[in-house]
C-alpha cells in the first residue's frame, strides 16, 4: 500500500498553506477539500482492510536516531474507527458549523489544524510524536474558544488551557517515566507495550497514576471536569463539536492505549470503574438543574464519557469493543447535538429551555436533527449507540456482575431529561418561538451526514467489527 498517512497528513498541511496563501474567499473550499480528502483516504483503508480480513498499515521513517525516535505511524482497528469518527466530524464541521459566517478563514484554518492534530495522534506510534500531536490539537481547540466564542471565551479557553496545561505536563512525565525505565530507553510503543512488564512495579503505578490523570483530564472524568461546561458554553458551533466529538477522544484513546500498556493497569481497573460510575451518576445530577441546552448537551458527555470508562476498565473484549464503538457513535451523536444547538440559537437568538418554545415549527429539520441525535446516544436501536451500549454493558457485566448494569441508571436519568427538554422547547405546538434567522443548505447537509453515519453504523456494525482484533 502507498504510504497511506503520509499522505493523510500532507493533505491538511497543504490546505493549511493554502488557507493563508490565498485567503478568506477560498478558505471554507480548501477546508471543505482537505476535510473531504482526509475521510476519502480514511474510507480506501477500510475498505482495503475489508477485503485484506484486517487492519495493519504501518509506516515509519527516520527522525532522531540517536534518543529512538522515529517518524512512525501505524492504523489498526481502534485508530481506524477513531479517524473514521473524526473525518466525518470535521467535514461536517466546516460545512455545517458556523450559519454565521463569521471569521471564516480562521475558523477553516484551526479546523484544518485539529484535522492535522487528529490524524497524528490516533496514528502515532512513537510516544513523542503522540505528544506532540496531544498539544498541536489543544492549541487549536485553544483558540478555537478564546478567538471564535462568545462573550465570556477569554475566561473559558484560560480554564480549558490550565487544565489541559496540566494534562499535558502529566502526559509527558509519564512518557519520559517509561522512556527511561524501558531497557533500550525507546519512545516505540509497540517496545514498551511488549517490554512493559520489565518496569519495577512501584515505578509502573507511578506512570499508571501519571498517565491516568493526564487522560481523565482530557476525557474529561469527575473531578477534572470543571473545564468542560464553561468551554462548550462559550465555544462556537464549530469548536463544540470538535471539543466534544474529537478532542475528548484523545483521552480516551490515551487510556485504551494506557490500559493495554502496563501490566499494572488491571490491578486498578475496579477502582478506575467506580470512577467513571461517579463520573456518570454527579454529572446526570447536575445536568438535570441545568436549563441552557448547551450545557445540557456539555454534561451529557461527562456522563457518557464516564460510561466509555467503564467499557475500558472492564477489560475483555466486549467492552473494549464497545468502548471503540462508543467513541464513534458518540462522537457523531454529540457532534450533531451540538451543531444542532447551534442552529437553534441562530435560528431563534436563545438557547435557554425556559425561553424556547415548540422550534419544530419554525425549524423542523433542526429539531429534528436534534432529537435523532439525543435518541442515537441513549442507544436506540438501528444507531450506532445501541451497538455500543449492548457490547460496553456486556462487558462490564460479565466483568461485575450486576453492578456492572448499574450505569445504565444513569444513562436512564438522562433519556428522562432529554425528554423533559425536547418535549418542554421542541414539540409543542400551542405556541412557539419567533425564528430571527433561518439556516441554509449548508446546516442540512451537516445533519445528513452526520445522521447518515449514526444509522449507517447501527444498521451495519459488521463494517467495523469484523476488522477489530484489538
Given at each position: 500500500m502507498m504510504p497511506i498517512i503520509i499522505w493523510m497528513l500532507s493533505v491538511p498541511l497543504a490546505a493549511l498553506a493554502l488557507i493563508f496563501l490565498l485567503g478568506h474567499d477560498f478558505s471554507r473550499k480548501i477546508a471543505?477539500?482537505?476535510?473531504?480528502?482526509?475521510?476519502?483516504?480514511?474510507?480506501?483503508?477500510?475498505?482495503?482492510s475489508i477485503a485484506d480480513h484486517g487492519v495493519n498499515v504501518a509506516e515509519a521513517y527516520p527522525y532522531i536516531g540517536s534518543l529512538m525516535i522515529s517518524l512512525s505511524f501505524r492504523i489498526n482497528a481502534v485508530s481506524l474507527v477513531l479517524l473514521l469518527m473524526s473525518s466525518i466530524v470535521l467535514l461536517a464541521a466546516v460545512i455545517a458549523g458556523n450559519p454565521e459566517n463569521e471569521r471564516q478563514k480562521l475558523s477553516c484554518a484551526l479546523i484544518v489544524l485539529f484535522q492535522?492534530?487528529?490524524?497524528?495522534?490516533?496514528?502515532?506510534?512513537?510516544?513523542?510524536?503522540?505528544?506532540?500531536?496531544?498539544?498541536?490539537?489543544v492549541i487549536a481547540m485553544f483558540f478555537m474558544i478564546n478567538i471564535l466564542g462568545s462573550a465570556n471565551r477569554k475566561n473559558a479557553s484560560m480554564n480549558f488551557l490550565v487544565y489541559e496545561v496540566f494534562a499535558s505536563a502529566l502526559l509527558l512525565l509519564g512518557i519520559l517515566l517509561l522512556y527511561f525505565y524501558t531497557p533500550l530507553h525507546s519512545f516505540d510503543m509497540q517496545y514498551i507495550i511488549a517490554n512493559a512488564s520489565r518496569i519495577p512495579q512501584p515505578t509502573q503505578e507511578l506512570i499508571f497514576l501519571v498517565l491516568f490523570l493526564a487522560f481523565m483530564t482530557n476525557m474529561p472524568l469527575f473531578p477534572m471536569h470543571f473545564w468542560l461546561p464553561d468551554a462548550h458554553t462559550e465555544a462556537s458551533t464549530q469548536g463544540s463539536m470538535i471539543l466534544s466529538g474529537v478532542l475528548t477522544k484523545f483521552g480516551a484513546f490515551g487510556m485504551l492505549m494506557l490500559f493495554a500498556m502496563l501490566p499494572i493497569a488491571s490491578k486498578y481497573a475496579p477502582y478506575a470503574v467506580v470512577l467513571a460510575a461517579v463520573s456518570a451518576f454527579y454529572s446526570v445530577f447536575v445536568l438535570m438543574k441545568q436549563t441552557d441546552i448547551k450545557r445540557i448537551v456539555a454534561y451529557s458527555t461527562v456522563v457518557e464519557m464516564g460510561i466509555i470508562m467503564i467499557g475500558i476498565g472492564s477489560l475483555n473484549s466486549f467492552g473494549t469493543y464497545g468502548a471503540v464503538y462508543a467513541m464513534l457513535a458518540q462522537g457523531l451523536g454529540v457532534s450533531l447535538m451540538f451543531l444542532s444547538v447551534g442552529c437553534l440559537k441562530y435560528t431563534f437568538g436563545e438557547r435557554d429551555i425556559k425561553v424556547l418554545r415548540g422550534t419544530v415549527v419554525e425549524s423542523e429539520f433542526t429539531t429534528y436533527a436534534f432529537i435523532a441525535a439525543a435518541v442515537a446516544n441513549l442507544g436506540l436501536p438501528l444507531t450506532a449507540g445501541f451497538v455500543a451500549d449492548i457490547l460496553m454493558f456486556m462487558g462490564s457485566v460479565q466483568t461485575f456482575g450486576l453492578y456492572g448494569a448499574l450505569p445504565l441508571i444513569a444513562m436512564i436519568l438522562l433519556g428522562a431529561y432529554l425528554y423533559f427538554v425536547i418535549n418542554k422547547s421542541m414539540l409543542s405546538s400551542r405556541e412557539h418561538s419567533a425564528a430571527v434567522n433561518f439556516v441554509g443548505d449548508d446546516q442540512h447537509i451537516g445533519y445528513l451526514i452526520l445522521m447518515a453515519a449514526l444509522f449507517l453504523f447501527g444498521i451495519m456494525p459488521f463494517i467495523i467489527l469484523n476488522l477489530a482484533r484489538l
Open positions: 471543505t477539500a482537505s476535510t473531504f480528502l482526509g475521510l476519502m483516504l480514511t474510507l480506501f483503508v477500510l475498505v482495503v492535522i492534530a487528529s490524524v497524528g495522534l490516533f496514528t502515532s506510534a512513537n510516544l513523542f510524536f503522540f505528544f506532540v500531536f496531544w498539544d498541536v490539537g
